[in-house]
């Protein structure tokens, strides 16, 4: 009897620490975003231009802040391996459009379809330094991927930012110079175009 007591004295011993354990464990886990320094550094550089500013409430700063996170992005370029959340699909697979979350309240937008672009909420957004359509912003291979994902996945992701298939950086200006609401709105969830070379279920690591 002693000896069943015992064993039973040690499973609960070890139930007990296992479940804080694995609550510690849960608490340590990075959020995916955080997984990539690149990533992680430009999600950490936009929350640093836009903290201190949205809280002057200086609509001077705030413009600036909202250009400088444009600038930020413009920087970044390339990008491979980035971690996101696939909360959007729209359209077709011609004219396909889908929105990523990449962080808190940071999301990327991509379409393949200059019209479907203009049709969303996006009209007042962007505009090109021409009159021509840009080439596609996902690749054949990103839309093949696309095509066996589920909403709210979380997924990898490399491509470039700012560009449509290398057309060049888009002409931001329209984005400023409307109102303060407008830059502090795009301060609190700034949402860049990207161009998307490839799509991938997030591994867990």
């Not at 499973?11 to 990075?30: I, T």
């Not at 991509?110 to 957004?125: I, P």
Request: hydrophobic fraction near 45%; charge should be positive; include cysteine.
């Amino acid at each position: 009897m002693r000896a069943v007591r015992k064993t039973m004295s040690a499973s609960r011993r070890v139930a007990l620490l296992g479940g804080p354990s694995l609550a510690l464990a849960a608490c340590f886990d990075k959020p995916c975003e955080e997984r990539n320094p690149a990533q992680l550094a430009f999600l950490d550089g936009l929350k640093a231009l836009a903290k201190p500013a949205l809280a002057s409430g200086n609509p001077l700063q705030i413009e600036e802040a909202a250009k400088q996170s444009i600038a930020l992005a413009d920087k970044v370029g390339a990008f491979s391996d980035w971690c996101g959340t696939l909360t959007k699909i729209e359209g077709t697979a011609q004219n396909v459009a889908v929105t990523i979350d990449i962080g808190r309240a940071v999301s990327l937008y991509a379409f393949n379809d200059w019209t479907l672009a203009f049709a969303g909420s996006v009209l007042d957004l962007f505009s090109t330094r021409t009159r021509e359509p840009p080439p596609p912003g996902l690749s054949d291979p990103a839309i093949a991927a696309l095509k066996t994902l589920r909403l709210g996945e979380r997924i990898s992701l490399s491509g470039r930012m700012g560009q449509i298939a290398g057309s060049g950086v888009f002409d931001w200006s329209r984005l400023f110079g409307k109102s303060e609401a407008e830059h502090r709105q795009f301060l609190q969830t700034p949402r860049f175009v990207a161009r998307i070379e490839a799509l991938a279920a997030e591994k867990k690591k």
